[in-house]
């Protein structure tokens, strides 16, 4: 066949046209992605964990419901920036702060944001040296450990002491700044700790708070949270709470809330503790009785009354 005498500009030319033609993008759907990802099936068993904390699984689903938009974005061939992801969860010991930090870890993961979706967790002691020169190779080694996942700092606070001029966990904190910052798409931190020591933290630092996106308030529990947290304990230990028991436990949650140094779920989880061995103490006694299986397993108001919640006095709740 002759060639053409001309050809007109911007025409495809025969060998083009007898290319295959690539796939166009294909629309589709967040139940898609998510069903791929199953990251809906962590925000799920999130849900069914966690009792309680509704503005806390909110902002987790908001964080997951950009990550799926994005991603449907590339898939169209949008642009879709890596967002800053770096986190500060502020709130009172028991309040599921490293337990969401788990789940986001993974939910990262799956959504492909972060290579691995493990969390390591550490305090101020695994990062700052003790002498000059030991910072940095502490702070990098525990960063070349977390890359690809989650690196949470519980009471972050604790890195920044003016009070110290020969403190070295300023050290740290330029360390971090630099790796949160030019490594976020592999790395996500979470700062931890009591809200009013964080803010003072981050006004002391105003670096740090420039590069956390996302901060999020854990509240403390109410006590009915609390009695519901206390029954799903014991049903994971085979226990459950006898005949007066349950009424007991509530009477002496609404005594330790008002008492210092009350930790939430985790002074849920002493108390339940120390009912056990209480229980234990008395079944050991009945030495000639044949034990049965409600025995073993029941944690009534005698195991609960027996605290010395009970023998303080308690300050009645302001009207």
């Known amino acids: ?91 009172n010991p028991g309040t599921g702060k ?76 330029e360390i971090l700044l630099q790796v949160m910052e030019n490594q976020r798409d592999d790395l996500v931190v979470i700062l931890a700790g009591y809200k009013d020591r964080m803010e003072t933290f981050f006004q002391s630092n105003p670096g740090m708070r420039s590069r956390v996106a996302h901060h999020v308030d854990f509240p403390d529990y109410p006590a009915d949270d609390l009695l519901l947290i206390a029954e799903r304990m014991l049903e994971r230990q085979d226990y459950h709470f006898g005949a007066g028991g349950r009424e007991a436990f509530r009477e002496y949650l609404a005594r330790r809330i008002q008492q210092p140094q009350f930790a939430n779920a985790r002074s849920v989880r002493n108390a339940l503790d120390r009912a056990r061995l209480r229980q234990a103490r008395r079944l050991f006694e009945e030495r000639d009785r044949e034990l049965s299986r409600d025995d073993l397993t029941t944690i009534d108001a005698r195991d609960i009354r027996a605290s010395r919640v009970f023998q303080s006095p308690t300050t009645p709740p302001a009207a």
């Open 1 to 91: 066949m002759p060639s053409p005498l001309y050809s007109i500009p911007g025409a495809p030319t025969a060998e083009a046209a007898a290319a295959p033609v690539a796939d166009a993008p294909v629309a589709r759907t967040v139940n898609e992605v998510l069903a791929e990802s199953q990251a809906g099936l962590v925000m799920d068993e999130l849900d069914a964990a966690l009792v309680g904390l509704a503005p806390v699984k909110t902002r987790v689903r908001e964080i997951a419901a950009l990550l799926v938009i994005d991603k449907l974005r590339v898939n169209l061939g949008l642009r879709a920036e890596t967002p800053s992801l770096h986190m500060s969860f502020t709130g």
């Open 98 to 173: 490293t337990t969401v930090a788990l789940r986001m870890a993974e939910i990262l993961h799956r959504l492909g944001y972060v290579r691995k979706g493990h969390l390591v967790a550490v305090t101020r002691d695994d990062l700052v040296g003790q002498y000059i020169g030991h910072t940095a190779p502490k702070t990098r080694e525990v960063l070349k450990k977390a890359m690809g996942g989650v690196l949470f700092i519980d009471e972050a606070y604790y890195l920044f002491r003016p009070e110290n001029e020969r403190d070295y966990g300023q050290e740290a904190i």
